[in-house]
């Protein structure tokens, strides 16, 4: 059984920072994509980001330019960096990660409001 346990979240202000993240119990260079997925009050989970065993990432639209995610395979952590919030963002933050079959964090808050 793969663990995966998301830290890192809180509350922030409108602008502020934080960094998610995502501690894999098994070795993360054997999943092919590593991801964070959010899902806000009374809307679907939606891709935030995604990063592959290459070290390939993709974004979705709405954070481009301010999130980042990484994966540090010699500490089977995936982070993600978020820059300029805003209370758009506000939702729960998990950790995903896939081959052949998919695994699940518990999830983190993130909550942005002045």
């Known amino acids: 059984q793969v663990q995966l346990v998301e830290s890192g979240g809180g509350l922030v202000q409108p602008g502020g920072s934080l960094t998610l993240s995502c501690a894999v119990s098994r070795a993360i260079s054997n999943f092919n994509v590593m991801s964070w997925y959010r899902q806000a009050p009374g809307k679907q989970r939606e891709l935030v980001a995604a990063v592959t065993s290459y070290g390939s990432t993709n974004y979705a639209d709405s954070v481009k330019g301010r999130f980042t995610i990484s994966r540090d395979n010699t500490r089977d952590t995936v982070y993600l960096q978020m820059s300029g919030l805003s209370p758009a963002d506000t939702a729960v933050y998990y950790c995903?990660?896939?081959?052949?079959?998919?695994?699940w964090g518990q999830g983190t808050q993130v909550t942005v409001s002045s």
């Open positions: 995903n990660a896939r081959k052949y079959v998919e695994y």
